[in-house]
């Protein structure tokens, strides 16, 4: 393949060629390029951000298809790479593909904080895609720590205002809004957008388990409601706590992620019965 080419020893080539390799798929021959001008010191001061840059792009590549501590080790070495690039000057015409790749590979190796500058920035000059740049900050501004979950809101409305998203983009976006709507303790905007999300998702089958955590709050706020006669309260509270166990069971062994959360929904069955059994 084209990516697997060497580069002929001696060929004239600018960096501007390199990154017209990167753009055409073949980052393994764009960073070989990249790094053969950095070791010949061949290139001007203004196009010194050129091989890191390429560098940061090709491991945020790998880091894509790797999982776990492999995928966050790949992702902060593309940070690093990118972050040098953004200090030395991103190539021209890159400034924005540039801080939104950076802005993911912080979030992706849990550098928040940081993630959230660079994709606030990115946002600011203009980047492409706008609707990955939204879906970014909204994971940047709900994630710990210190989440900022009406930000976190507010870009996802924006993100769901996109009429250009595929039906499992939605139905992602969908349970990111209704997580947050749920942390607000905004329970009924939280149903409505729980209804919006379409049962063979992969998002409906973990918006069951917001479903489930809804019913369980209600469940304690029934519990201790002293303006109910105590035995209404009883039964009013086990009623939902039995409807939450019903709803985070049909969560258990289904879609892709059905490890993690069949763990969840077990251990939410547990808080359930636990609080029915301090109840008799």
Known sequence: SQDEADVPI????TMADALAVLDGGAPLKAQRMAAMLADKDA???EESGGPPFIYGVVA??????????????????????????????????????????????LLMCGQVEQAREALEEAIAIGAQPTDELERLLVLAYKSDPEPNLDRALMHSTKYLASSSLLRNERADGLLHRAE?????????????????IEPGTEAGVESLLIEGEILMREGAAHLSDESIAADKRLASAKGKYHAAV????????????????????????????LATQDMR
């Open 180 to 196: 947050i709507l749920f942390r607000l303790r905004q329970d009924g905007e939280c149903r409505k957008v729980l209804a919006q």
């Open 43 to 45: 290139l001007a001061p």
């Open 10 to 13: 001696g060929a004239a080539f």
């Open 60 to 105: 945020a590549n790998d880091a894509e298809r790797l999982w776990g501590p492999d995928q966050k080790r790949y992702f902060r070495l593309a940070a690093r790479y990118l972050e040098e690039s953004r200090e030395k000057g991103f190539p021209e015409g890159y400034e924005g593909k540039g801080l939104l790749l950076l802005g993911k590979s």
């Open 246 to 273: 019903d709803i985070l069971r049909r969560a258990q062994n289904r879609g892709t992620e059905r490890e993690r959360i069949t763990r969840r929904s077990m251990y939410l069955n547990g808080q359930c019965l």
